[in-house]
């Protein structure tokens, strides 16, 4: 039980809805402190500005003329007896400020130091002489601020203005505030923005979990999908208009995946069929022959060796069962290259040549029957001579063994287009049906369903004609009409054409 809950514990912290609102949360609060610290700073020196452009106004508003003169009274008191000082001191006016957090003190042209604030104001902080004769000679001190420490440890605020008229400066007036009620204004707005941002980041937290729950929705739907999709059921599809770009993307991509594994499983479902049919039609083929020769040698050996005329007969019929057996192992074995990678030894041929080099051959092969010759000169290929001869072959045998022996009319057509050359062998013969052309380049397939071996061989001869067109690049078709005749186009490329990505060339 415990097991259990701190897996789906795990799984929760896990999931991509928790791993968003963290990581949205976080950047709300990384951006919040940002906020909070630029607002601090901005704030501060708003606040000090604004101080210090109050006191320059409360600076300007004093006379000039009394202070040089107090300053002045102040320092003869100083130097004074002591009987003449306190007579000095009832008479001369009182002290400027009485606000305990202010400062007031002038400084003389010679760098001397005057403090001018009340016992209850607080003591000016002191720069050093040089600093004030320096002050003096630069106009900067009309503008802004200084934040300088005093004797007692407290941070001020001070600013500065001329003693007296630009043109004849007697000094300086410098005023003084403590800095402690301006920092704990600051870091009351602080407090208050702290607890606003908390705020802020709860609101957001209860928000953003029903948002991003429904945001994922599609998501999920798609896992649920996924699940329910298995080798035997690959035709679920998902939706690709959820309204997410994201998600839709990724539909697509699903979807075209799925539908590849689709077709991937239909042709290796097919290719089993093919290779099961393959294997059977194979068994069946070679069972044949070697069941006769098995045949003919019991009768010889039950005595019919003894008969020069019995055993003549059974010695022809084993040979050519043997033959036909050997002819079958061989196209099998060819077929077996072709399905691998080929290694084609191409050769620049001309095509009209290499069929008028077979012409002799060809009309051997038909006998009786009609041979029409149509061919345009200087057609040029890359190929391999010898596997062309095989295709031209095996498609003319195919004609004469469909055409009548007296009333039979085979075409041989070559002609070439721009990129492509094509080679038709076209006869008068009894044609196929539409069921029959489309098995027709299939191996072991033959149009006879009775199977007789009177018309031809195994069934093997077109399907390794296609595997040798393709495998020069090019392109095999069939069209037929019962009673009518067929035609067999043979598309290969023009010289300078030829690219096939994936043949051995030798």
């Known amino acids: 039980m415990k097991a259990g809950r701190k897996s789906r514990r795990k799984y929760a912290l896990g999931s991509l809805r928790s791993q968003l609102l963290a990581r949205t949360l976080l950047i709300l609060a990384l951006l919040l402190v940002l906020i909070g610290f630029l607002q601090y700073f901005l704030m501060k020196d708003f606040l000090y500005r604004s101080r210090a452009d109050a006191m320059n106004t409360q600076l300007s508003s004093i006379p000039a003329d009394l202070l040089i003169k107090d300053s002045q009274e102040k320092g003869e008191e100083e130097n004074a007896a002591p009987e003449d000082g306190i007579n000095r001191r009832i008479n001369r006016p009182g002290p400027f400020l009485f606000w305990p957090d202010m400062s007031l003190a002038s400084i003389g042209i010679d760098g001397t130091f005057q403090s001018l604030s009340n016992e209850n104001g607080l003591e000016p902080p002191r720069l050093t002489s040089q600093q004030y004769q320096t002050m003096q000679q630069s106009k900067r001190m009309r503008h802004g601020y200084q934040l300088i420490t005093d004797a007692q440890g407290n941070e001020q605020l001070v600013v500065f203005r001329p003693l007296g008229p630009p ?233 004469v063994q469909h055409t009548d022996m007296e009333k039979g009319i085979i075409h041989v057509n070559l002609s070439a287009g721009k990129k492509m050359v094509d080679i038709q062998i076209r006869d008068n013969g009894s044609g196929m049906g539409k069921e029959q052309l489309e098995r027709i380049f299939e191996r072991f397939y033959r149009g006879d369903e009775s199977r007789t071996r009177s018309s031809g061989g195994a069934g093997l001869g077109l399907a390794i004609t296609q595997s040798i067109v393709e495998a020069h690049g090019g392109s095999i078709t069939a069209e037929s009409t019962l009673g009518t005749g067929s035609v067999f186009k043979v598309t290969l490329p023009l010289e300078g054409q030829y690219s096939i990505a994936g043949y051995g060339l030798t």
């Not at 149509?374 to 004609?399: C, P, R, W, Y």
């Open 167 to 399: 043109d004849r400066s007697s000094g300086l007036l410098q005023m003084g505030v403590s800095t402690n009620s301006m920092q704990e204004q600051l870091i009351n707005q602080l407090r208050t923005f702290i607890l606003l941002s908390l705020i802020a980041l709860a609101i957001g937290l209860a928000l953003m979990l029903p948002v991003l729950r429904r945001t994922l929705v599609p998501l999920s739907r798609m896992v649920e999908a996924v699940k329910r999709i298995d080798a035997g059921n690959l035709d679920e599809r998902f939706d690709a208009e959820q309204g997410q770009y994201e998600v839709d993307r990724l539909a697509v991509s699903f979807n075209g995946m799925l539908e590849r594994l689709e077709h991937s499983f239909a042709a290796e479902r097919e290719l089993q069929m093919q290779m099961r049919r393959f294997i059977a039609d194979a068994s069946h083929e070679l069972r044949t022959p070697l069941t006769s020769i098995h045949g003919f040698l019991e009768v010889l050996l039950r005595g019919a060796a003894s008969n020069p005329k019995q055993l003549q007969s059974a010695l022809e019929s084993m040979y050519g069962e043997s033959k036909r057996m050997n002819k079958l192992v061989s196209d099998l074995l060819l077929l077996a290259k072709l399905d691998r990678t080929p290694e084609l030894k191409l050769e620049d041929i001309s095509l009209d040549a290499l069929l008028l080099e077979m012409k002799p051959q060809l009309l051997m092969l038909a006998g009786t029957r009609q041979v029409v010759f149509d061919m345009t000169a200087g057609v040029q290929v890359l190929a391999e001579s010898d596997k062309i001869k095989q295709v031209v072959l095996n498609l003319f045998h195919n004609a």
